[in-house]
């Protein structure tokens, strides 16, 4: 499985909403989108896209958990440090996916604040975990998607394809439940080989051989 990331090109609306005199900044806005080729030449199928996002309004939304970044970091992992949001709805409108957010008192969430009160016009990505189909010419974001979460970003434009491999170091799998890198589990391989099979060399070649299908 391979870190996903997508741009969503849609202008998000902010809003102040007041709760006991203690006044709350949020954004909504198209967060994704289904059955629409992306700027990075991806299609997200209804059949694939709902049901990662029902999992994830279920597992993280509903539980308070579903917290963003400013920016993209480099893996699937939420870094706590960085969060600047809470997703506290997300929902679908045909193909549209609506979400909203509320927009946190951390060092990341003021600094999404300052830039909403200066005017600058900021948009989402989604950070998610999946494979790639190849159909028709097209590629289809595979049936093992998972939504990690919503990032807050600027530029687009840093945020364009795949992070995998050997141009960000980071391709990933799933381990028993637990999201591992792949580099690290050919080392772990190779660490438990017998002395025979590293000598002659099966096991390099066999670790050598799955990183490649994985590119």
Not at 127 to 152: F, P
């Amino acid at each position: 499985m391979k870190l996903i990331t997508e741009y969503t090109e849609n202008n998000l609306s902010s809003m102040t909403e007041e709760v006991d005199g203690e006044k709350n900044v949020y954004i909504e806005g198209i967060f994704m989108q289904a059955e629409k080729k992306n700027r990075n030449g991806r299609i997200y199928e209804r059949r694939v896209i709902i049901p990662a996002v029902e999992r994830y309004v279920s597992e993280q939304v509903v539980t308070g958990r579903a917290v963003g970044e400013l920016n993209h970091p480099e893996g699937p992992t939420v870094n706590l440090d960085k969060v600047s949001h809470r997703i506290t709805n997300l929902q679908w409108d045909g193909n549209d996916c609506i979400g909203k957010a509320l927009i946190l008192n951390t060092p990341m969430g003021q600094i999404v604040k300052g830039l909403v009160e200066g005017g600058v016009k900021l948009g989402v990505s989604s950070r998610g975990m999946g494979s790639l189909v190849s159909k028709g010419g097209h590629n289809y974001v595979a049936e093992d998607y998972i939504l990690n979460t919503v990032d807050i970003v600027q530029d687009p434009s840093a945020h364009d394809a795949f992070v995998n491999g050997i141009m960000e170091g980071a391709d990933w799998c799933w381990n028993n439940g637990v999201l591992v890198q792949e580099v690290e589990k050919i080392e772990t391989e190779v660490k438990q080989a017998s002395t025979s099979d590293l000598r002659s060399g099966n096991v390099q070649m066999k670790a050598f051989k799955d990183f490649l299908s994985k590119l």
